[in-house]
């Protein structure tokens, strides 16, 4: 589980990163949609290491149940996020990738419901 917190730490760190590349270098060589798409990318990204850094502190949840939701907001990050960042500083097109982001936005949907499943398990038993 230690390694979880390595990997949120990057993420995270990488999120700030990318936020201010955007802010900075991505502001005049690309569209506003383009520009407020990474912006989009880079807010799921922190969103979802926040809500990482809970879920590995949170005592009620078993190492199994941790690592679940961990590698599927992972997952969500690298697929939801990664496929923006993608189309936005490659020449790779949306329509190449379409099918990449919404299986990202499903990791997320996923690691959500796992942790409601994990919260409602924890509230039956007490």
């Known amino acids: 589980m ?3 917190y390595i ?3 990057f993420l995270g760190m990488l999120a700030i990163i990318f936020g201010a590349f955007s802010a900075h270098a991505l502001k005049d060589s690309l569209t506003t949609e383009g520009l ?3 912006e989009t990318g ?4 922190m969103y979802h290491v926040i809500v990482l850094l809970f879920v590995n502190m949170y ?3 078993s190492t199994k149940q941790k690592n679940t939701i961990s590698w599927l907001f992972f ?3 690298f ?3 990664g496929s923006i960042y993608a189309i936005q500083l490659t020449k790779l097109t949306a329509a190449s990738i ?3 982001t919404p299986i990202g936005g499903l990791f997320f949907i996923l690691g959500w419901v796992f942790m409601l499943t994990g919260f409602l398990k924890k509230m039956r038993k007490n």
């Open 98 to 100: 379409w099918f990449i």
């Open 75 to 77: 997952s969500g990050i």
């Open 42 to 45: 880079v807010r799921y990204q």
């Open 79 to 81: 697929f939801f996020s």
């Open 36 to 38: 407020l798409s990474f």
């Open 2 to 4: 230690f390694k979880n």
């Open 7 to 9: 990997i949120i730490c």
């Open 59 to 61: 005592v009620g949840f």
